[in-house]
């Protein structure tokens, strides 16, 4: 070819000018690489800019902001940059015109237009073992990552907007707690690779995970972040989880992006698949893809957030056993930290005999930690600053008020939190509102405006667990009305819940069903701690706000039930149990003092006794009836005895004396010769019932 030739052909191929060609003695190379008609590939060019000029996404959940900000459309590189080449021959020479298509909207604005024409004005040359590369991007990968897009919960984010002024950990508190759970996150060499916060509801756990998030964030380590929120549809639910997270991994490498993008276009149904097939393919398998430097080095922590706000307990055992079978091994770096209540799907596969037992750190927040004094550095900061940012004396509270708080916060963030929220509130008086604060906390004023985000909170769970019960529940009895005859009984200790199911003649294992939903607000004791401990009994609250809350009406609404119910419903439960029990236990109930039946037979007597109700309730009268003629009672000088089948007596305590005695005019109307032997003499049974007040 000619000088001239090789001139025409350069310009006319790369739009070049005189002074911008090859020297004449540079050879003409023998495989050309060309540009390709519409996209170019992304891989050839990984570190060319992007441009975000690509079509809308229809149909997305998110706004155009986001899938703009997000979406892949494949770069445009200059014309001073070509692309790489793969494999495609041409023999013979090429024709003198090949004309290139590319998709306008994806060029530039403004780099120097390519001549159309390949090889114009030139003549006489033959070109030998000449290539053409077709680079042409695939478009379905850029539509896979949308697709991915349109599958992820932007609102589940650390930094996610929607979650604009999340809770954190104050300055210098929670040090012990956060140092912990910060140290095994960056113990790589920690044999548990699953960290389990458990706590009450209020306990500071979404506080802890926001802080400690953060503070990896400037480490460079967190791979990803899902904050489960019940009211947020986007992110009540686990259809959304594997994607966010591969979304945020995607973010991180490029080759995992390609790698979970093409996932995503093999199986673009791969979003309604199980948890675990999900994290196999859009996290497991892309990340196995990763150079072995690169995986070594790739941001490793995940927080879940939340998890007892995901509404279906199903989800919630699925996305825990597909994180055990799929990310605790060397396939992935990961080190995954999960708070959540301990509500039944978690406290079943973290305790003795669970699936996660044995693989999890289990940090109980409630149990092991003691934030009382974090509690009050808060209020003193929380309530100094308020004072300077109002204008008030420095003193316009004092350490006495802020103990009376601490007392009532029992040790959890979410009373404190809800009480600086409410003297915070623009609308009112600090000074006003305090007084508000103190006055409730000692019962003397009713209403409850001043904590009626903690009360939404108490009712919210509880209306939960009551409909999980009910579904459950074959007896049908009132949710509300076992759990406070539970909490009645919880007031003195008794071996275990076992007793309580006996006592309300509920099914065994009945406090399971009532308790499994509420952990988050009380524990239940074993029976070495409930007699070890001989104080509050086998049921111990976290907030004492919430018992509190059970016996107002006013904050209660439509879940209260009044204690004349209450001791009405123990009481007749208690005697129907009494009424199912064959001789020999109740022998041994009357005479065996360390019986688990003496304890039960001794409390049901004084809770018996104890009652005041006028007139006693009918069911009340006939269970007692039906009792006496069981067991044989009958009025042996001054005292009630029960008479067994081979006619040996046992006599019972003073206070069943007491409550025959009550009962005996009502008795008396419905069983004649039963109200006779319960009394000594006719003249006894006068007197008494010419003085009894019941």
């Known amino acids: 070819m000619s000088t001239r030739s090789k001139r025409s052909f350069l310009r006319s191929l790369f739009c070049l000018s005189d002074r911008e060609l090859v020297s004449d003695s540079r050879p003409i190379p023998s495989v050309l690489v060309l540009p390709a008609p519409g996209r170019l590939n992304v891989e050839a060019t990984p570190d060319l800019p992007r441009t975000t000029t690509g079509p809308e996404v229809t149909g997305s959940p998110h706004p ?116 912990e759970i910060l ?93 675990r097939v999900q994290i196999e393919r859009l996290i497991v398998g892309p990340m196995s893809r990763l150079p072995p430097s690169d995986f070594a080095s790739f941001p ?167 409909e999980a019960y009910e579904k459950a529940d074959i007896d049908q009895t009132d949710f509300t009305l076992i759990l406070q005859g539970y909490l009645y009984i919880g007031r003195t200790v008794l071996p275990g819940m076992r007793q309580f199911d006996r006592l309300l003649d509920l099914e065994e294992g009945t406090h399971e069903l009532i308790i499994c939903d509420l952990r988050s607000l009380m524990t239940v004791k074993d029976e070495d701690d409930a007699r070890g401990i ?32 209450i001791e009405e419903f123990v009481s007749l439960r208690g005697l129907r149990m009494l009424n199912k029990w064959d001789e020999p236990t109740l022998l041994t109930a009357l005479n065996d003092l360390n019986s688990k039946d003496w304890r039960s037979l001794s409390w049901l007597i004084q809770t018996l006794d104890a009652l005041d109700a006028s007139p006693p309730p009918d069911e009340m009268v006939d269970s007692f009836i039906l009792f006496a003629k069981n067991s044989g009672l009958e009025a042996s000088h001054s005292h009630l005895v029960v008479v067994d089948s081979s006619g040996g007596e046992t006599r019972l305590a003073s206070n069943w004396r007491s409550l025959s005695n009550r009962l005996l005019p009502y008795i008396e109307k419905k069983d004649k010769k039963l109200a006779a032997k319960l009394t000594d003499s006719k003249e006894q049974w006068g007197w008494i019932r010419g003085r009894l007040r019941w």
């Open 64 to 179: 155009p902001e986001f899938l703009r900000s997000h979406t892949d459309i494949c770069p445009v590189p200059s014309t001073s940059r070509a692309p790489s080449h793969s494999s495609y021959s041409a023999p013979n020479p090429v024709p003198s015109e090949l004309r290139l298509t590319s998709t306008p909207q994806l060029l530039p604005p403004s780099p120097p237009q390519i001549s159309q024409r390949f090889f114009d004005n030139a003549q006489g040359f033959n070109l030998n073992n000449f290539e053409y590369h077709n680079h042409s991007h695939d478009p379905t990968i850029a539509a896979g990552w949308k697709l991915l897009l349109e599958n992820t919960a932007g609102n589940a984010l650390l930094t996610s907007g929607a979650r604009h002024d999340p809770p954190r950990c104050d300055e210098d508190t929670r040090k012990e707690v956060i140092n």
């Open 183 to 275: 140290g095994w996150i960056q113990d790589r060499t920690a044999p548990h690779r699953l960290l389990c916060m458990t706590g009450a509801a209020g306990a500071g756990k979404s506080a802890l995970q926001q802080t400690v998030a953060e503070s990896c964030a400037k480490l460079g380590i967190v791979a990803s972040c899902f904050f489960f929120n019940s009211t947020d549809g986007t992110r009540n639910n686990a259809t959304m989880v594997v994607p966010t997270i591969a979304y945020q991994l995607g973010q991180k490498h490029p080759i995992l992006r390609r790698s979970i993008t093409a996932a995503v276009e093999d199986d673009p149904l791969i979003f309604i698949q199980n948890l």
């Open 300 to 466: 490793y922590a995940i927080f879940i957030d939340g998890l007892d706000e995901c509404m279906q307990e199903r989800e919630q055992r699925e996305l825990l056993s597909a994180i055990q079978a799929c990310l605790l091994d060397d396939r992935t770096p990961f080190r995954i930290f999960i708070a959540s209540r301990p509500e039944l799907p978690i406290f079943e596969a973290l305790r003795p005999g669970g699936h996660l037992c044995k693989v999890a750190y289990h940090l109980r927040l409630s149990d092991d930690y003691d934030a009382t004094e974090d509690i009050r550095c808060t209020l003193h900061r929380r309530l100094n600053d308020l004072g300077e940012r109002r204008g008030l004396s420095p003193n316009w509270f004092s350490n006495a008020e802020i103990e009376i708080i601490v007392a009532a916060a029992s040790g959890q963030y979410v009373y404190a939190t809800t009480v600086i929220r409410y003297l915070s509130d623009p609308r009112g008086s600090p000074l006003d509102r305090l007084r508000t604060i103190l006055s409730w906390v000692s019962g003397k004023q009713k209403g409850k405006g001043a904590l009626a985000s903690l009360d939404l909170l108490y009712a919210s769970i509880l209306a939960r667990a009551k």
């Open 534 to 565: 001989q104080m509050s009994g086998t049921l111990t609250f976290y907030h004492k706000t919430f018992e509190d809350f059970l016996g107002s009406k006013d904050r209660c609404g439509d879940m209260y039930i009044g204690r004349k119910t």
